[in-house]
């Protein structure tokens, strides 16, 4: 027997996924081309690889600040915009789901259910948002005053603070076997329903509720009136 439930189910719209990819190709770029400015001295970068690399570097920070903005407002814009909401909506379960996360990860505690995004991805796409706000805001000032010192203090040290969770970030969803689903959600559109189910149970949930046809409206009894009393006359056939 053919279950009703589809084996995958659609996690993310096309827009959502192209403005992931948009602001992560730009992000690594500036990373890997900032990077390699930061230790121009110990790698003895000649001054034309230096303004090579400057002027790279540059371009993608132009691509990070409009791409995903492109991207976000030509596609399908009101579902995009609910998913990156997500990160702003709260529950008491996502504060549960932070406050047991460590016993979880030894086996001693049970998480509870998941919306579309668990805590811990909400507060990484929140800390990755004000990084690359921290980072944009110190870079233009640094491209309006080349070698100040404050904007480049700020700048490396975001750099540095966005790394561990970077890795963070590559190790759930590359490496670790039981999150590496969520990938294909986000290069596909499509994770499948058990690994969901266990993941992000409140949103599958809330999912099969919406998409239960309504219960059919109760037809009022009709009204009928109450049946005559017929009473027996008796015939004496007397004349």
């Keep these: 027997m053919q279950s009703s439930h589809p084996e995958r189910i659609e996690r993310f719209c096309k827009t959502t996924r192209w403005f992931h990819w ?62 990156l909401g997500e990160a702003l909506r709260w529950t008491r379960n996502d504060l549960r789901w932070l406050a047991l996360q460590p016993a979880a990860a030894l086996g001693r505690a049970e998480l509870p259910p998941a ?78 329903r058990g690994w969901a189910t266990h993941h992000h149970g409140a949103w599958v949930a809330g999912l099969d509720s919406d998409a239960r046809p309504p219960a059919p409206a109760s037809q009022p009894a009709a009204l009928t009136s109450p049946p005559r009393r017929v009473e027996a006359v008796a015939v004496d056939g007397r004349s």
């Design 22 to 83: 948009t602001f992560v190709a730009s992000f690594l770029t500036l990373a890997a081309t900032g990077g390699l400015l930061a230790l121009r001295e110990p790698l003895g970068l000649a001054a034309l690889a230096r303004a090579e690399l400057a002027s790279v570097h540059r371009a993608a920070a132009i691509a990070l600040a409009t791409l995903p903005v492109v991207v976000l407002l030509s596609g399908s814009t009101g579902v995009a915009v609910r998913d």
């Design 115 to 192: 919306g579309k995004l668990n805590a811990g991805q909400k507060l990484n796409a929140l800390a990755t948002a004000g990084l690359a706000i921290g980072l944009g805001a110190s870079g233009v000032w640094l491209w309006l005053r080349p070698g100040a010192l404050v904007p480049w203090f700020v700048h490396v040290a975001l750099f540095l603070l966005w790394l561990p969770a970077f890795a963070g970030h590559f190790f759930l969803a590359v490496v670790n076997p039981s999150t590496r689903p969520a990938l294909r959600g986000m290069v596909l559109g499509t994770v499948d």
